[in-house]
């Protein structure tokens, strides 16, 4: 992965906390990492530590200026080689499977080139995971030659409830980039 860019899109789920060992991950492998958060992310972990581990700015907001006369969410849809959701909530799919661009990382995803992939790293609770219409949302999705999903594993969730819901592990991520980016 040496020399790809990998923007790394986190949204608000309890295992956002896994962003901060996936950056690393993927900066071990030479890949050079930007990171996106949602609001609701930075209710879990904050920018700074994303900040720090990837050794570049940690964008929240549509309307941040990181140059002047540069147009953000551009200029990163533009950057990046891949865009890595992960973990990705059922919010967050559901609002690119409907063509909502109403946050950064959304307006990014819409933003990107039609040859840009994105990968989802799906974590949430079973219940929400079998939800028909969060299974709609991810077939459709599916259906489009530019998504792709990292399976989440079953198991013991962060709520207590045991089923599938768990975001996939790290090596399992990392690999499955890796194919879409070399
Ligand atoms: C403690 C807590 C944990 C949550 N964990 C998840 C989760 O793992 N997956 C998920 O899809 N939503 C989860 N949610 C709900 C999301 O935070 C909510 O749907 C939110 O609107 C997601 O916003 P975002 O997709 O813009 O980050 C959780 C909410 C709370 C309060």
Redesign the pocket.
């Known amino acids: 992965m040496e020399g790809k860019h990998i923007l790394l899109g986190i ?5 956002a906390y896994r962003a901060c060992d996936l950056s690393r991950d993927f900066i071990k492998q030479g890949a050079t990492m930007r990171a996106v958060m ?4 930075c209710r879990f972990i904050t920018p700074l530590t994303l900040e720090v581990l990837t050794g570049n700015v940690v964008h929240t907001d549509m309307f941040d200026e990181e140059t002047p006369g540069e147009v953000l969410h551009i200029a990163l849809a533009k950057w990046t080689d891949i865009v890595l959701i992960a ?1 990705a ?4 799919i559901g609002k690119i499977a409907c063509g909502i661009a109403d ?1 950064l990382l959304t307006t990014i995803v819409m933003a990107l080139s039609q040859k840009t992939p994105v990968a989802f790293a799906p ?3 079973v219940e ?1 995971w079998n939800n028909p219409i969060v299974q709609k949302n991810i077939a459709y999705l599916k259906n489009l030659d530019k998504y792709h999903f990292i399976e989440p594993a079953e198991g013991l969730l ?1 709520c207590g409830d045991v089923g599938k819901g768990k975001i996939a592990d790290n090596e399992v991520i990392v690999e499955a980039v890796r194919k879409l980016v070399t």
Do not use: E, S
């Not at 949204?11 to 295992?15: H, V």
């Not at 909530?89 to 967050?92: L, Q, R």
């Open positions: 949204t608000g789920g309890i295992a949602t609001k609701n992310a973990p909530t059922a919010n967050i946050d974590a949430m609770n929400m962060a």
